[in-house]
């Protein structure tokens, strides 16, 4: 069964840093592509960073580039995401998934990590 399960999330101050991470498991972790995924309340899921199997391509949405870092430990199977310089706009339940921009997916969108940047 593939799991997907991240952590790392919390409340920050504008301007602060968080550092998400993802376990994954069953699968075979280091033959995917995998992205970072974000939905705000009351908006739609956007697309925020992928990396490729071997973690020497990353890419980013607009909104984000500078700001977060996407990497990947394929020998422990998790993915990271760190988040520098946040801002209230960031706030959003965060999720992993396999694939690229455009192609992502994962069995279920109710878990994830919240992700809550306010003074």
């Known amino acids: 069964e593939v799991q997907l399960v991240e952590s790392g999330g919390g409340l920050v101050q504008p301007g602060g840093s968080l550092r998400l991470s993802c376990a994954a498991s069953?699968?075979?972790?280091?033959?995917?592509?995998m992205s970072w995924v974000r939905q705000a309340p009351g908006k739609g899921r956007e697309w925020v960073a992928g990396?490729?199997?071997?973690?020497?391509?990353?890419y980013y949405a607009d909104s984000v580039q500078g700001r977060f870092t996407i990497s990947r430990d394929n020998a422990e199977n998790t993915l990271y995401l760190q988040m520098n310089s946040l801002k209230p706009e960031d706030t959003a339940v965060y999720y992993c998934?396999?694939?690229?921009?455009?192609?992502?997916?994962?069995?279920?969108w109710g878990q994830g990590t919240q992700v809550t940047v306010s003074s």
């Open positions: 998934a396999k694939g690229p921009r455009g192609n992502y997916y994962r069995a279920s």
């Open positions: 990396i490729n199997s071997g973690g020497g391509s990353t």
């Open positions: 069953g699968f075979t972790f280091s033959n995917y592509v």
